[in-house]
């Protein structure tokens, strides 16, 4: 499958770019071009236009309002009809979805998280989070978690259980706090509803399972999912 790719253009953007190209190439895919967007750029008009060639996938590396101008105006260029719009699934996160409607139909994205109560999000732990959630969000006008809400959640447990474990008191025991933090690994449950972790000792990366979701009516639909142990790649640097 032949792909281009539009990211956000700066270190974010750029490296994630570089992520997506080697995995597109591994599995073999082609990416037949990339077209950076600078990040205070909310008109993308201008850049998407100027997308050509023959390509199968429109690939999107943005998020926030960037987001919704890439889906917006894929849309209105006729990119949507030419070929699959997808992204990271930061594109499409709940609180977005009401500003792209039927331009987001078709949509596939990746993220850790999907505020729905199907496949493996179909458990207590995650029913508790998300009625939760729900009634925190909606006086201030948000309808459904996203995964900041549902990572900030469980960072502040990781964080919690780090604490405990090397019996934390104050800034001269933050060694210990980090080192009870390496290596950690926690189950799904109350705590940690999105699933099962790893906090990988050598470099801080956490591992957890992933989602292939596309977008229908407003709605997501889950197509497959990707298993935290399939995720993990060679650890780039070493804290420990």
């Known amino acids: 499958m032949k ?41 993308m008009t201008a850049f998407l236009s100027k997308i050509s060639g023959s ?21 209105d260029l006729g990119l ?11 594109i499409v996160v709940a609180t977005s979805l009401p500003a792209m409607g039927a331009k987001a139909d078709g949509f596939v994205g990746v993220d850790r998280y999907i505020p729905l109560l199907e496949g493996p999000f179909n458990t207590s732990y995650h029913k508790k989070f998300l009625d939760d959630s729900v009634a925190r969000l909606t006086p201030i006008g948000v309808t459904l978690p996203d995964r900041y ?24 025991d933050s060694m210990k706090l980090i080192e009870a933090l390496e290596g950690m690994e926690v189950k799904e449950s109350d705590d940690f509803p999105q699933g099962d972790k790893t906090l990988r000792r050598e470099d801080h990366q956490a591992f957890v399972r992933e989602f292939i979701f596309e977008v229908r009516d407003m709605k997501y639909k889950i197509l497959d999912i990707i298993p935290k142990e399939k995720t993990v790649v060679p650890p780039a640097c070493k804290f420990a």
């Open 55 to 75: 390509f199968d996938g429109l690939f999107g590396i943005f998020f926030g309002p960037q987001g919704i101008s890439f889906v917006n105006q894929s849309f």
């Open 3 to 43: 792909w281009h790719i539009a990211f956000a253009d700066y270190a974010w953007g750029q490296s994630t770019r570089d992520a997506y190209v080697e995995q597109i190439k591994k599995n073999g895919g082609e990416v037949t071009g990339t077209t950076g967007v600078p990040l205070t750029t909310s008109d």
């Open 80 to 90: 949507s009809k030419k070929a699959r719009i997808a992204g990271d699934g930061a």
């Open 149 to 172: 809400v549902q990572s900030n959640y469980e960072g502040v447990n990781f964080l919690k259980l780090g604490m405990e474990r090397s019996k934390f008191r104050g800034r001269e």
